[in-house]
Structures are given as structure tokens and as C-alpha cells.
């Protein structure tokens, strides 16, 4: 059994910063990518960051530069560095892992507002 446990949600005003955790239990495939998604109400679910077992990182056009995803292999965390929030970053924030008997395992999604 993988679990996701998510921290860092919340609401931010435009410009600021907030960090989101991914801590992860069970048997989690840690040579694979590990990563964020987001969902907006009414928008379909789109990839924000993932980041390899070597740290390689990978980015939405939309984040670039204003985001940054780490990992902790030794924990089986992962990070987002959220920093120039906009209100249109506001989303469910899902982080994802691979389970080593295959698929993929979900966090539960915090909620992230940016508004004034």
C-alpha cells in the first residue's frame, strides 16, 4: 500500500510564495519520476513539474521559472517551491508516485488560492 500525504496548501496573496510537501509510505518505484499536477474548477488536470530519481526536473511553461520541484530519495519526498503566485496557479495540487507493483498513486490534493 503507497499513501501520498500532502502539506502546504493554502491561500497566498498574488506575488507570494508557498511550499508544498509530498511525503511518501509504502513501496514507492524510486527510480521512477515523481511530481505535481493541478486542476483548476472546470479545467482538466495539468502536469506542473516532475522530477527523476538524478533530480533532472521538467516544467510546465506556465511555472517555468517561478517553480522549482527537489526530492529527498532518501525520504521518498517530494517538493514544490512555489514563488510569483498568480491567481491563475490557483488549483488542487496532486502530487504522484509510481508504486513499485505498478500505477500510480495519488496525494490527496491541498487546495492552493492566489488572490488578494
Known amino acids: 500500500q503507497v499513501q501520498l500525504v500532502e502539506s502546504g496548501g493554502g491561500l497566498v496573496q498574488p506575488g507570494g510564495s508557498l511550499r508544498l510537501s509530498c511525503a511518501t509510505s509504502g513501496n514507492v518505484f524510486s527510480i521512477k519520476p515523481m511530481g505535481w499536477y493541478r486542476q483548476a474548477p472546470g479545467e482538466q488536470r495539468e502536469l506542473v513539474a516532475t522530477?527523476?530519481?538524478?533530480?533532472?526536473?521538467n516544467y510546465a511553461d506556465s511555472v517555468k521559472d517561478r517553480f522549482t520541484i527537489s526530492r529527498d530519495n532518501a525520504e521518498n519526498t517530494v517538493y514544490l517551491q512555489m514563488n510569483g503566485l498568480r491567481p491563475e496557479d490557483t488549483a488542487v495540487y496532486y502530487c504522484?508516485?509510481?508504486?513499485?507493483?505498478?500505477?500510480?498513486?495519488w496525494g490527496q490534493g491541498p487546495q492552493v488560492t492566489v488572490s488578494a
Open positions: 504522484f508516485a509510481w508504486r513499485a507493483r505498478g500505477g500510480i498513486a
Open positions: 522530477v527523476s530519481s538524478a533530480g533532472s526536473a
